[in-house]
């Protein structure tokens, strides 16, 4: 059976792709200097392309791929990923929802926190030793 070739646009944990490699034909974006005539040579036998938040599949990227099956955004978003060629040509897409809120739900009280009781400002005092001459000015409470 052939190996379904597979096109990652930008280096990720090298877990995952030893993972891919093990399973499929994956050729890494970045290695290729020339992408026109990486594309021109290797179109054929590309049906998926993998990316993140920082590269997605675009229209040009799309349309040099005739055997383009699914997109998959290693990221929570699809900005990067042109949707619209992506439903005319019936491409899939995927991406990676719901897995941050809760992480970004608690930097946001710790931001919160860090802002209201000016906790950067007080570990500056500290460092600085202006703790030998005098007080911090007390913060807002919470």
Not at 38 to 46: E, G, P, R, T
Request: hydrophobic fraction near 40%; aromatic fraction near 8%; charged fraction near 25%.
């Amino acid at each position: 059976m052939e190996s379904i070739g597979l096109l990652m646009l930008y280096p990720m944990n090298t877990y995952l792709e030893d993972e891919l490699n093990k399973r499929f034909n994956l050729y890494k974006f970045w290695n290729y200097p020339d992408r026109k005539q990486f594309l021109s040579q290797n179109s054929a036998s590309i049906r998926a392309v993998v990316g993140t938040a920082n590269a997605g599949a675009d229209a040009e990227l799309i349309e040099s791929l005739p055997k383009l099956e699914i997109v998959s955004s290693f990221s929570v978003g699809v900005d990067n990923i042109d949707l619209v060629k992506c439903k005319e040509k019936g491409i899939r897409v995927t991406n990676t929802p719901d897995v941050l809120p809760d992480d970004v739900a608690d930097l946001a009280i710790g931001l919160m926190l860090a802002t209201l009781r000016r906790i950067p400002a007080c570990d500056r005092f500290v460092r600085s030793g202006s703790w030998t001459i005098g007080q911090f000015k007390l913060t807002t409470k919470v």
